[in-house]
């Protein structure tokens, strides 16, 4: 397989797919096992130097600097997709000056908006589709390409030779290029005929003006394809003669009379599919491809790099042949007319086969500068696995025998009386209380012993070693200085500084780069997204003041249970007695303020212990977790029948933050902003609080009802963080102040990093109830039958049933199109962090079964560059698309504006706060370069008194907003008492 490759100039229009067409330029998955390994490593490097990402805000992109810093270095140009209009300066005003620039001379490949914008900058317009279409699949029509592109038997005359008709592919536009305005010169190659959607338009007067974009041209009539049965047949007769409304184009589909006749019977196969249902319902079809009929330009509506899509890898070959076949012709014409630039086209092609070729380090740097979006991600050197010959700290583990279980019970019992008021800086366990789940593997409890605060923008870290004593660290004098760049820092010198060898000694082989082995655990709040995006949002007027936005506690002593082999494993860092050399600056910088605070008397707040505490610690934490195992609970623990009430009796009656009528109003204009090709998806969130009673009881830390919680909900990302107290809720001298906590049952994996930088993202879309946990089924559960015969009916009932669910489930069309949204965007987050040709979909919307539902999940892995730090990975994926919507960059501005209400200043301010805790990421980085993360959500954010839950949903399109406002309740009710 060749591995030639010219150099690529990818402009990104801020959507969360562009990376993915990265994957394009590998070969497919069974060309990519073909490949020895020395090509698949040459050809990623390959990618790695010759392909460049620029926003479309770049300053290189403007004329001036292009001709002179760009166009001289890069042999073909693709246009990604991206949210907005191709006819709006701000969405595409550098793209479509390239496409009308007469001395570009580069083949440009148009991607979804892209593609609207090649039209757009020809003097074609582009509308409303009839058929919104978002993370669903069309079938392509395709057509002959124009006569001029075929100059040999041999050549590449079309973007989509080779694709068969009837192909499938994905599409996220509610916008299309206008038939009726298509200028001349380009020529239509594919076009589609989906199902008109059902769903009513947004309701008029719910979205405020200033939320949207300036409006588009929507045609008068809004009217599709009507196919009634007579339409059917003249239709197969002649694809030429397809009934059209005059506003949708019936003169420039005409040159649909160029496809060949198989064609012609599309519509029927489409009623086949449809069944009887074909008479009542209406298809609209839409242009999918284009292609200039004289300069290389090509255009496709729809996603090639989408996982869902079939053909892409063709596709993007096609583009690349066509490349090359335009440099060949270009160095033919200039030999021909005796040009002086006729060595320079053809010394292109030649340099596509030399390994060193690459594009100039100006431009490389600039491209990984955008990648990273002004990261920290060549701050520090990779992490060393060689270990110095001093280090300031020495990792220490010990573990017990096996034993026999590993109860509900006896993991509350050794929480309470070994961690839970232990530390003055607060206790962690981060708990998998679904133990059947298969990625419930390990438990950790954690003593903390300091805490670092962060607030967005503050530029200042508060570090704390309980809620009496502070001190601040400030970050680099930069504008770009972030808690983001200084954890990645904090964590890599960390690293560095540790000798693990002896710990390292205790492990299995397969627990060595899994384990939280010391380290700092906590929550990345939704608001850092302000970094994490380069965002300027401006905090709300209603945002709680003493709020932190990230903290994360320090644990140099972690117990960890292997819930697969039954086994505990302590982890202790000590200070190692051979150090003579200073520690690094970050660590420096927080060693500074942790001298203040044991000035003050805080003397646990510290790197590391003395080796002999860190042993005696370790031995004596062993034989209690030994001793408390299987002993009766001290705790009032409610079984499962009981644990739902229990939960709800302790809990006050929660109102919504935004009322019901609100609620539905945005989400009428979220489905307004996806209609106008804003956002395909919009996850929109609510919060609902309520007031504890006055503390009378023992719980002043909301452990108790931690407790209660767990059992109602377990999950295999459970975690009870207690954090320093900045609130108080009680009153009265003789009366105790209840603190701050995160009571947390999280079913979702953020993301995994191990040790040796493997990453692993699971994101869940989709839910059904099981066999017996629906509505009004309790009685088909197992257990209560009269007979023995009841009991194997009902147990048939349930086999048979979950199997249909699973079926249901697996084939929701509306569920897996969320699912996929968010697939896409993740791989595309993996790219910009790990090697291209390591991020891989092993688990594509399978569906899982639980204790009580089914679920649709989805698994994606990939491979972290040595260069990227573990929390710039993470920084890079942040917020969890699953929380956002995508493209997420846009969906997150807007959702801020739906959410918050900033549009209008008569909004009570107490309306305006904000997510905080909610749909960030809560879990640990480890001292090793690991990390483990979850989604915050189903999950209770206590402060003093006040407590809280979020919940929500993604809005599409198709979305009705009575039932998403009743699927929010569901997913609060099933938890607490509401007042909506």
Known sequence: MSLQLPRILIVDHFDSYTLNLLSLLHPADAQQCQLPLNDRQELTRRIADRVLVLPHTHPLLQPAAFHELVR???????????PGSPDKAADFGAAETLLKDESLRLPVFGVCLGHQGLAVAFGGQVTRAISVRHGLQSKLKITEPPLSQATSQHAVSSILQGVPQDALVVRYNSLIVDPDTLPDCLHITAWSCDQVSTAPPPRPGTTRKDALPAPLRVPAEHAAVSLKHRDLASLSRSPSTIPLSSRNGSERLSDLGDMPSSVATSVDDLAEVEGSQILEHTFSPAIMALQHKILPFYGVQFHPESIESNWGHTIMSNFLDLVRQYWQQQASRQETE?????????????AWDEAGLALPMHLRLAGERCLASHSCAHAQPAASNHVADKRAFVLLANRSPAIP???????VRIFDKLFRRTSPAGAVWLDSARLKDPHSRYSFMALPSFVLSYRDGSQHIVVSGDENCTSKVALSGSKDASLWSFMNDLQRQLQNSIDS???????????????????FSGYWGYEMKNESLQLEIPAPVGSNGNAFDAEFLYCPRVLAFDH??????AFALVESSSLTAPLPTCLAKVDGALEDLRGNGKSWSRWALGKADAEIWMQETLESVLALSGQAPSLSLPDSAQSAAAFRSAMPLLKPRMLAEDYMDQIESARELIAAGESYELCMTNQFQGRLPPLDTADADHFDLYCKLRARNPAPYSAFIRLPSFTTGGTGPERQNRGRAILSTSPERFMRITADGHVEMKPIKGTLARAGFGPGEQGMRAGGGATHQEERNKLAWREAEDAARRAILSADIKERAENLMIVD???ADLLSFCNSDSVAVPKLMQVESYETVHQLVTTVTGQLKASVGTTEAIRRCFPPGSMTGAPKRRSVQLLERLELNLADAERDDELRARRGIYSGALGWLGCDGAADFSVVIRTLIADGDDVSIGAGGAITYLSDA???????????????????
Request: glycine fraction near 6%; proline fraction near 3%; hydrophobic fraction near 40%.
């Open 501 to 519: 060898t002896a710990a390292s000694q205790i492990l299995d082989d397969d627990q060595q780069g899994n384990l939280f082995r010391t380290g």
């Open 72 to 82: 001289p270095y890069v042999d073909a140009i693709i246009l990604s997709p991206g």
């Open 825 to 827: 965007l993740i791989r």
């Open 338 to 350: 005796k040009s002086a630039t006729s060595s320079e086209a053809r010394g292109r092609i030649i």
């Open 405 to 411: 279980s590993d109860r509900s019970a006896d993991m």
């Open 564 to 569: 697969h082999l039954h086994q505990w494993i």
């Open 962 to 980: 009575k039932k998403e406002w009743q699927e929010v309740l569901d997913k609060v009710t099933a938890l607490a008492n509401i007042d909506a």
